[in-house]
């Protein structure tokens, strides 16, 4: 079974910077698309971004020009860039991944652990 683990996260001054990564191990597989979602309290939880294995990026509208979104296939790793972070970035950060095992070809679907990103003053 697929893995992902996350690090990065913490509090930031309103118009910092952080960057998260997610690596995903432990099983045979090919992975189509990872990604990053949030959840702020009391709100549910959104995609902020996503990246496929062919490097097409997508971003929510409140992220676009602050974040980015890249991976490493060879390490099946995503990282997400966060510049010029506003105190409603502030959520528990999950990374994704989706795709399928090699092998059985069945499909996969995990979720990292969640980081909190606080922005602050």
């Known amino acids: 079974q697929v893995q992902l683990v996350q690090s990065g996260g913490g509090l930031v001054q309103p118009g910092g910077s952080l960057r998260l990564s997610c690596a995903a191990s432990?099983?045979?597989?090919?992975?189509?698309?990872m990604g990053w979602y949030r959840q702020a309290p009391g709100k549910e939880r959104e995609l902020v971004a996503a990246?496929?294995?062919?490097?097409?990026?997508n971003y929510a509208d409140s992220v676009k020009g602050r974040f980015t979104i890249s991976r490493d296939n060879a390490k099946n790793t995503v990282y997400l860039q966060m510049n010029s972070l506003k105190p409603e970035d502030t959520a528990v950060y999950y990374c994704?991944?989706?795709?399928?095992?090699?092998?059985?070809?069945?499909?996969?679907?995990?979720w990292g652990q969640g980081t909190l990103v606080t922005v602050s003053s």
């Open positions: 990246v496929t294995s062919g490097g097409i990026a």
């Open positions: 994704n991944a989706a795709g399928v095992y090699l092998f059985s070809r069945n499909k996969l679907d995990a």
């Open positions: 432990g099983g045979i597989f090919n992975i189509n698309t």
